[in-house]
């Protein structure tokens, strides 16, 4: 039932939300289950049972960029709306998602309690060994890096441009699972321009290689023209590394004033500027730094998860 099974697994999943769930949900006092309450992570609940429920919302994404998504965007345009007028509550993970609900769904902001993501502090923080990514195959430093997969809104494609305004002895390293439909194109452009000698698609790297791989970057560049929450941008932060990244949706509350916030992020002239900025105004990097660093503090799954509770307790 998972999405890696692709629409089969999606629509298995559905299914036994619909059927089974319900039933798991029924009191229960052999198992200490009384059925008050039931709390999704996701957008998805029984819509046809009696069960009440309160479910985590991320993002609108997929009716915002409806051309680069295919039938999911009929789960976003009829079950989703379903689920959230039906649910007590709707937490979600930025006040610009809460904007978001109430714009595509007309959902009353009251019904909405934005509480923001986390990162692991145990696990992103500054790391002075280079990563064995990297040690297995050099690249000329610095390098700025871009984390997250490859779909056409994360505006790999200007930076890709903008690569071609910077200097010459930095490079760009992509990190994430490539994407057939995607990638080639990418790579095709990087040629066309060429720059491809000075980028590198790193495809998926293993979650203990990212904190050494961000803090090795010049910085991270997360032009991004929409995000629900932006997780990459604290974990740059929490490595020291500074961070570019667009003025919109939530990238703003997160990012504050500790990242270099490109008010116009489709101006590639404007990615490249900041990606110069970087490179050549060491006191900037070092503010940067240092405040992200500060900024991250802000943040904790602890305060996450006490936020949480707070909701479901008003609804048992």
């Not at 051309?67 to 789960?75: A, D, H, P, V, Y």
């Not at 441009?161 to 200097?167: D, F, N, P, R, S």
Request: hydrophobic share 40%; aromatic share 8%; net charge neutral.
């Amino acid at each position: 039932m998972t999405a890696e099974q692709g629409t089969a697994g999606h629509l298995r999943r559905l299914a036994w939300t619909q059927l089974q769930l319900p039933r798991l949900c029924r009191p229960k006092q052999s198992e200490n289950v009384d059925g008050s309450l039931l709390f999704s992570p996701i957008p998805e609940a029984p819509l046809f049972s009696s069960t009440r429920f309160v479910v985590t919302f991320h993002d609108l994404i997929p009716l915002r960029f409806p051309q680069f998504f295919g039938s999911i965007k009929l789960f976003y345009k009829y079950y989703v709306p379903q689920v959230l007028h039906q649910s007590e509550r709707i937490i979600c993970n930025s006040e610009a998602t809460a904007r978001d609900i109430i714009d595509f769904y007309s959902i009353s902001a009251s019904k909405l309690a934005p509480i923001p993501l986390a990162y692991d502090a145990q696990h992103f923080r500054p790391v002075s060994a280079m990563p064995s990514i990297l040690q297995s195959q050099p690249m000329p430093q610095p390098y700025f890096l871009m984390l997250g997969r490859q779909a056409p809104y994360k505006n790999i494609g200007r930076v890709i441009e903008a690569l071609t305004q910077t200097k010459a002895d930095c490079t760009l390293l992509i990190a994430g699972p490539t994407d057939k439909r995607y990638t080639p194109e990418l790579m095709a452009k990087a040629e066309g321009l060429g720059v491809r000698s000075r980028l590198r698609f790193l495809s998926y790297v293993p979650y203990d290689q990212l904190p050494g791989l961000l803090s090795h970057a010049i910085a991270l560049v997360f032009p991004s023209l929409w995000e629900g929450f932006g997780l990459p941008v604290l974990e740059a932060m929490a490595c020291g590394t500074p961070v570019i990244c667009s003025n919109l949706a939530s990238l703003p509350e997160v990012a504050c004033d500790a990242a270099l916030l490109m008010i116009d992020p489709t101006e590639v002239g404007a990615i490249a500027r900041a990606m110069n900025q970087i490179l050549t105004d060491t006191l900037l990097h070092s503010q940067l730094k240092t405040a992200g660093l500060q900024r991250v503090q802000q943040f904790s799954w602890e305060k996450t998860g006490q936020a949480t509770v707070e909701i479901l307790r008003q609804h048992l």
